[in-house]
């Protein structure tokens, strides 16, 4: 019997499925996300990945336009466009990049360097840029699959800031923000994705594809953090 | 001497011969338009028109963020997304395509079944898909160069608010609220996209681009008129 024959899940179970193949792969256990939490990383390493993930939030609003350009129903653009404001912000200072902006303060860095990107690692920049092309190429329900690693967020978000408090007292605790504000957001955003994947997953095939597109996801935070770790953990770089 | 070599035209030259260039081939001249604002349409014409000019309406949200995901720069999407919200609306009932359907209704459609774009003309659907699939695939500036025909659209709107209202009266005038929106709206809207083309085509190369994006443009929708005429003018539909 080939995946085509396969009878759809249930929803139950199809959840089930993208929590256990999804959460098994999520970056929270990445080497270099052990040696954060557990306030092993210098000043620099903690740097260059506020530095190399801003390139990552600089791309979410692009392929979450790529995202409402591909659906026909007016509701869901609706609903999905509040993604774009809430990282874009609907004035100046406020959104997510400007909330990342103040991190990158917050540990030292010049937020109008990091802005310009100038200084991603190119592995970095390619893995995120993957992410906007398979946003690009997907259908809209793979697109949304994709980002369904928000599932895992707010369990790496809190420990991510329990670590931070504990571990790095210089970082200006009032430019953690982001990490705040994503423990409650990544939980809504989720549940709206979730929502979208169960009601248009109407085969077992489409289920599959939606687990595959998770699990390239994950891939994708994965290598993001092999290239930070690889430079700054593992590398020569003298000034780590 | 080319067009690589050629001096870049001051913003007033450029702007001169946006509005030349574009003004001249402006879909206000079709012989539809010239039936529809000299009271020449039938009710069933002007229904067909109506019906079929909704799935342009339904391209735009998509062209628009299309655009949005073409941008670095927040400041520039935070200002274009407003056309989608424009046009979805912030809530169920408002928006361009929500107020579309009740002028469908106004000429005695039955708006659900135009929200279905069951019975648009196939020439209508490959000119309005042409449209998006250009956005995609231009630059930023190009596909914004696109939207330039609504330079032209406040004087279009006018006149065909007083036709409506003159030869059209059977038609329920307070379904109306589109044009009227746009009477204002695209004034601000080509303003905005005037301002983006003028900064951003750096050489003569750029601004002839532009030029001839809009004249691409201008050819999308005198096409659509072509195909409406065609099947509701001169066709042999024995209903018109």
Redesign the interface.
């Known amino acids: 019997m080939n995946v085509a024959d396969a009878a759809r899940l249930s929803d139950r179970e199809f959840i089930d499925w993208l929590h256990a193949a999804g959460g098994g792969d999520y970056h929270d256990r990445h080497p270099f996300h052990q040696l954060m939490h557990g306030g092993r990383l210098t000043k620099r390493q903690l740097q260059e990945w506020v530095r190399n993930r801003y390139y990552y939030q ?1 791309r979410l ?3 979450d ?2 995202i ?3 659906s ?1 129903d ?2 869901f ?2 609903q999905w ?1 509040t993604r ?2 809430l ?4 004035d100046e200072d406020k ?1 997510g ?1 400007a909330l990342w902006l103040r991190l990158a303060e917050g540990v030292g860095l010049d937020p109008q360097e990091v802005e310009t990107c100038g200084r991603v690692l190119p592995g970095v920049r390619a893995a995120c840029d993957r992410y906007v092309t398979l946003v690009r190429d997907f259908t809209l329900l793979e697109a949304v699959a994709l980002s369904l690693t928000e599932l895992f967020a707010p369990r790496l978000m809190a420990a991510r800031l329990e670590a931070w408090e504990t571990h790095y007292p210089w970082v200006d605790a009032t430019t953690l923000g982001y990490f705040r504000a994503r423990v409650t957001q990544a939980r809504v955003d989720s549940e709206v994705a979730l929502t979208f994947v169960t009601r248009h997953a109407e085969t077992f095939e489409l289920q599959s594809r939606c687990i595959q597109a998770l699990k390239t996801k994950n891939e994708i935070l994965w290598t993001l953090l092999d290239h930070v770790h690889a430079a700054y953990v593992e590398g020569t770089d003298d000034d780590r």
Chains 1, 2 share one sequence.
């Open positions: 600089t609003p692009l392929k336009a790529l409402v350009a591909k026909d007016r509701h653009r609706r466009i774009i404001h990282q874009d912000g609907f959104g990049l």
